[in-house]
């Protein structure tokens, strides 16, 4: 059994926006692998059953918010008595990435992601698979809250199409293959670009290829999160 985590934060007011990247990949997972399949409230969070070349996997998408991830997946892998390292793989949203771009870690620290880190800490430590997957940089007169938790524009769509594509089959090797090969397969160089000033710059430019040095995300809905 492996565990398939997409981040995001629940309720239509959040559907497709930039910090429900996870969600959006685990719905494309689904739409090639678990067809027919009916969804289940499990976990604090809805589920699929697929298979993933060869592989029997729970495809997730916790419906707690973002910064409560860790309760749905420590849930789960207490239940399937999984090994985080080996049988988890979380997926979620960066803004250190331009849209269209995906990275994959073995493991790593949470950068700032409150996803990450509260599931960091419901599984005492950071040592399982991760990919993510880029959202763009902040521009510079927007408040980061505010971006993440906005809808890609019309200009990014070919860019966020070819990262859920890249994206699935990124997940499809790394269950058949593993994570290493797929980290040289899917892993690569980037070429840094400037940050955007406003949004306005983004549709002028008819390109979403940013990039930042920052690694850190804000992920609770503007109620009740900390938008540093």
């Known amino acids: 059994m492996k565990l398939i985590v997409g981040l995001g934060n629940p309720g239509s007011q959040y559907d497709k926006t930039r910090h429900n990247a996870g969600f959006m990949v685990v719905d494309a997972l689904a739409h090639k692998h678990a067809v027919g399949s009916i969804a289940k409230a499990r976990f604090s969070s809805a589920t699929l059953d697929a298979n993933i070349k060869g592989e029997k996997v729970l495809l997730m998408k916790p419906t707690v918010y973002m910064n409560r991830s860790g309760q749905s997946v420590g849930e789960a892998i207490r239940f399937f008595k999984l090994e985080p390292s080996e049988d988890l793989i979380v997926i979620v949203d960066d803004i250190a990435l331009p849209v269209g771009s995906i990275r994959l870690r073995k493991s790593g620290g949470s950068g700032g992601h409150n996803g990450l880190s509260d599931i960091d800490r419901a599984l005492g430590g950071a040592d399982y698979p991760r990919l993510r997957v880029g959202v763009g940089a902040v521009p510079k007169l927007m408040n980061q809250a505010d971006w993440v938790l906005s809808r890609f524009m019309s200009e990014e769509k070919a860019d966020l199409?070819?990262?859920?594509?890249?994206?699935?089959?990124?997940?499809?090797?790394?269950?058949?293959?593993?994570?290493?090969?797929?980290?040289?397969?899917?892993?690569?160089?980037?070429?840094?670009?400037?940050?955007?000033?406003?949004?306005?710059?983004i549709r002028s430019s008819g390109t979403s290829d940013q990039d930042t040095k920052s690694d850190s995300n804000t992920n609770t809905p503007r109620s009740e999160r900390d938008a540093g």
Request: aromatic share 2%.
């Open 161 to 201: 199409d070819t990262a859920l594509k890249d994206s699935v089959s990124a997940v499809e090797h790394v269950l058949d293959q593993g994570i290493i090969s797929a980290m040289n397969m899917f892993n690569k160089k980037l070429e840094k670009k400037p940050v955007p000033e406003s949004p306005n710059d």
